[in-house]
């Protein structure tokens, strides 16, 4: 079977011990997590999971089942790549000379649309939303030009 990257949505009540039972749903299975992140969800007491994991068919459907069988899960299913939209986050901090020596680093914030969130005497955080082929060209324009850390959701 092929393997393909699928996102698992899983709406819960906000209990203690939910998150070390779905995760050792997957851990018992030998699937490694490419990303996982819980926060309130639009309804009220309501909480949601968000998991990324790369499996076939036939694991994702038991997956999706095993995490609904939880008590404190309400519901959960799946999505592929191709019916989602993905836009991340990323902050990008770039030495401060660089800002005010470099013209072209100030042209590549203008072009790529992002913006500057702080500036202090060391250093400057860039922040773009986007998609991840945009995060990435960003992070290519930059790292030669003082970058120092970079992070993305």
Same mark, same amino acid.
């Given at each position: 079977?092929?393997?393909?990257?699928?996102? !698992?949505? %899983?709406?819960?009540?906000?209990? &203690?011990?939910? @998150?070390?039972?779905?995760?050792?749903?997957?851990?018992? =299975?030998?699937?490694?997590?490419?990303?996982?992140? #819980?926060?309130?969800?639009? +309804?009220?007491?309501?909480? =949601?999971?968000v998991i990324v994991v790369k499996v076939d068919?036939?694991? !994702?459907?038991?997956? %999706? *089942?095993? +995490?609904?069988?939880? %008590?404190? &899960? +309400?519901?959960a299913f799946y999505h592929t790549d191709e019916?989602?939209?993905?836009?991340? #986050?990323?902050?990008?901090?770039? *030495?401060?000379?660089? @800002?005010?020596?470099?013209?072209? !680093?100030?042209?590549? +914030?203008?072009? #790529?649309?992002?913006?500057?969130?702080? $500036?202090?005497?060391?250093?400057?955080? !860039?922040?773009?939303?986007?998609? =991840?082929?945009?995060?990435e060209k960003l992070y290519n324009d930059l790292?030669?030009?003082?970058?120092?850390?970079? $992070? =993305?959701?």
């Amino acid at each position: 079977m092929e393997l393909k990257k699928y996102t !698992i949505s %899983v709406y819960s009540e906000n209990n &203690v011990g939910l @998150l070390n039972r779905i995760s050792a749903i997957f851990l018992k =299975r030998h699937i490694n997590l490419d990303s996982f992140s #819980s926060s309130e969800s639009e +309804i009220k007491d309501v909480y =949601r999971f968000v998991i990324v994991v790369k499996v076939d068919i036939n694991k !994702i459907n038991n997956l %999706v *089942k095993q +995490i609904e069988k939880q %008590v404190d &899960v +309400i519901k959960a299913f799946y999505h592929t790549d191709e019916e989602t939209i993905f836009q991340e #986050s990323a902050l990008y901090k770039v *030495k401060s000379n660089s @800002l005010f020596e470099e013209r072209k !680093i100030q042209n590549i +914030i203008k072009q #790529s649309q992002a913006n500057i969130v702080t $500036v202090s005497p060391k250093f400057f955080v !860039i922040e773009l939303t986007g998609f =991840r082929e945009e995060t990435e060209k960003l992070y290519n324009d930059l790292k030669p030009l003082g970058l120092l850390q970079f $992070v =993305r959701s």
